[in-house]
């Protein structure tokens, strides 16, 4: 019924930017908590940001001051800028709908729609 597709991911050298994109289609989002998520092979996925249907925002510790997560309702459109860029940004990058509404929203478990990722490289 959901369906998200990221863009913008690519590669790029430390202290870079790159901005990403995750266009959604099926259902009108913008009530529904957004977040983006990262996963490097062999490693655990992990929430990087996340907003809700209110505005109201979340970073990873590893992110804060340099990721901004933002939405364009009127696009159905959720956002990630990411500045300052380092090697260990390099993931794969999947935006997600939060589905499960109680809790703090920061597991993979409470998101129920998943685009299917964009690969951001970060060299050195």
């Known amino acids: 019924q959901v369906q998200l597709v990221e863009s913008g991911g690519g590669l790029v050298q430390a202290g870079g930017s790159l901005r990403l994109s995750c266009a959604a289609s099926?259902?009108?989002?913008?009530?529904?908590?957004m977040g983006w998520f990262r996963q490097d092979p062999g490693k655990e996925r992990e929430l990087v940001a996340r907003?809700?249907?209110?505005?109201?925002?979340y970073y990873a510790d590893s992110v804060k001051g340099r990721f901004t997560i933002s939405r364009d309702n009127a696009k159905n459109t959720l956002y990630l800028q990411m500045n300052s860029l380092k090697p260990e940004d390099t993931a794969v990058y999947h935006c997600?709908?939060?589905?499960?509404?109680?809790?703090?929203?920061?597991?993979?478990?409470?998101?129920?729609?998943w685009g299917q990722g964009t690969q951001v490289t970060v060299s050195s």
């Open positions: 997600a709908v939060r589905t499960i509404s109680y809790g703090l929203g920061i597991k993979s478990s409470d998101y129920g729609y």
């Open positions: 099926g259902r009108t989002l913008s009530s529904y908590a």
């Open positions: 907003i809700s249907g209110g505005g109201s925002t």
